[in-house]
């Protein structure tokens, strides 16, 4: 039986397994999505400035507060900094932005988003930024070590004002260096996982170092067909046959398999729907149980293929190698 939550380093803090991610949520939408998840049963949602919709989310969770669904403690509320605010000098003003426009006190959980510092923008001129300063047709990096920026979100736990504090999107070389330095060690790393890109070699030396683990795009492309070539043209694992030939042996969806995969890893999930079915069926994975002729075939999927590559947005970032 697979527990519903991980404990994380230092707080002991019990992170719930099955979370619900904010990426693509419309504005219009996104406080009543989070309404419902909330009501579905979703405890944990994964948030970021870059995502645009920090206000809305925090909106569906102060009605359900409010509506005595669930109280603040039994949340728990990741969100992320944005690459051009990684300076010593902009972090807290950015953190503050993001707490202010969630209307919550405290983060359970605050990652940086990208091992990437990019040229500071100002919220006045352009907020969320996203990755290019202006009109520009490249990225700007700027001259921001991650150690100080580190040293911001540290002191964002003395101040008490998020819980844990993690990583996304770092590589073993990122890591192994943020754990020269690091007062607080990094709780948590969130990277994209699915039996196409199973990264077992780099999940195994991070948990060595007492750091679990956020799978994210756990359906593969399916987030990326409208952004990416690579998105567009592999084949889902939705709609990949030897998924669903799993799922049916189970009389389950192709959904519930992929992220039944990641629970089978202790993996975190944070699958994203705006529509109730899919809310519902995304959470119901704790029972289903894999034989070995299915992890066999799930195995066999792998191509190390990843979709969230900067590389394929046209930056020219190998950020993975
Ligand atoms: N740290 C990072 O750099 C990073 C990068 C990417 C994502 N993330 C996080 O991870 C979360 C999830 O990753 P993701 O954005 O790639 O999305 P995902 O959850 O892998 O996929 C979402 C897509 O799948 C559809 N979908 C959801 N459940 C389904 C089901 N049961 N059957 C068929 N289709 C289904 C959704 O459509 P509908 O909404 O129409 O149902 C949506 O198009 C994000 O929301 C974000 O919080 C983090």
Not at 4 to 28: A, E, V
Not at 119 to 143: L, M, Q
Not at 208 to 217: C, G, L, R
Not at 274 to 296: Q, Y
């Amino acid at each position: 039986m697979t527990a519903d939550y991980l404990t994380l380093n230092r707080t002991g803090d019990k992170m719930p397994i099955r979370g619900f991610g904010c990426w693509k949520i419309d504005t219009k939408d996104a406080e009543e999505t989070i309404y419902q998840a909330i009501k579905t049963g979703y405890r944990l949602f994964d948030g970021a400035c870059d995502y645009g919709n920090e206000v809305e989310v925090g909106r569906g969770i102060r009605k359900a507060i409010d509506e005595g669904l669930v109280k603040r403690e039994d949340l728990f509320i990741v969100t992320k900094l944005w690459n051009t605010f990684h300076s010593k000098n902009h972090v807290r003003a950015a953190f503050d932005r993001q707490l202010k426009d969630s209307g919550l006190e405290y983060f359970d959980l605050y990652l940086i988003h990208f091992p990437v510092p990019l040229h500071y923008v100002s919220p006045a001129d352009n907020y969320p930024p996203g990755w290019y300063v202006g009109d520009a047709k490249s990225i700007a990096f700027e001259r921001s070590p991650i150690h100080e920026c580190w040293a911001e979100l540290e002191k964002l736990v003395d101040a008490k004002l998020t819980r844990n504090i993690g990583i996304a999107n770092f590589n073993c070389q990122a890591i192994l260096d943020l754990l020269t330095y690091a007062r607080i060690k990094p709780a948590v790393l969130q990277i994209e996982l699915h039996p196409y890109l199973p990264q077992e070699r780099l999940v195994k030396w991070v948990r060595e170092q007492d750091i679990h683990i956020t799978a994210y795009s756990s359906f593969g492309p399916t987030s990326y067909v409208d952004l990416t070539d690579s998105g567009k043209s592999y084949t889902s694992l939705l709609e990949h046959a030897d998924v669903k030939s799993v799922a049916e042996k189970h009389s389950v969806s192709a959904g519930q398999v992929l992220l039944r995969w990641a629970l089978d890893r202790e993996f975190a999930v944070i699958p994203k729907s705006v529509h109730s079915g899919r809310m519902e069926s995304n959470l119901d994975i704790m029972n289903i149980k894999f034989d070995a002729e299915d992890n066999k075939t799930l195995d066999s999927l792998k191509t190390n293929q990843r979709f969230n590559d900067p590389m394929t947005y046209g930056f020219n970032l190998p950020l993975f190698d």
